[in-house]
């Protein structure tokens, strides 16, 4: 029985942080205009804690993703806080989540789309949600 509390309170710690965080991105996202979302994107971000992927957007609307220095894929993208993304109306979730945005990337060779509720999005951390995920993917912007 205490192994299974103790493991309910681990779990409910790591909810806890993971909301600290959240909510520290979101609140630090305000330094950015929150009407010009993909000039603060461009840049080369890096995926924390691990290091291993990479992605790169540019000013025209490209995005690559290297994994482990290996270009993956390359991607255009767009920001935007419209009701349909990849075949998914979220209307009833951006309206819950207030200047939510989302980042949808086309592939280049085979037009398939990935999109990104973006929660977090400042001049040094980037956080996204993949649609149909409960996992945020957390990057630090690369100097």
Not at 81 to 107: A, I, P, Q
């Amino acid at each position: 029985m205490e192994r299974i509390f103790n493991s309910l309170c681990m779990k409910n710690f790591g909810i806890a942080m993971m909301a600290v965080i959240v909510l520290t991105f979101c609140s630090s996202s305000s330094a950015i205009k929150r009407n010009q979302p993909s000039d603060a994107i461009v840049g080369t971000w890096v995926s924390k804690p691990d290091g291993i992927s990479k992605w790169v957007f540019t000013n025209d609307s490209k995005t690559k993703i290297y994994l482990e220095d290996n270009l993956k894929d390359t991607f255009t993208y767009s920001i935007s806080g419209t009701n349909l993304h990849c075949g998914y109306d979220v209307h009833e979730f951006l309206e819950r989540h207030h200047n939510m945005k989302v980042l949808e990337l086309s592939n280049v060779q085979n037009e398939e789309k990935k999109c990104y509720f973006i929660f977090g999005l400042n001049q040094e951390h980037l956080s996204l949600r993949y649609f149909g995920s409960t996992d945020l993917l957390f990057f630090k912007r690369q100097q």
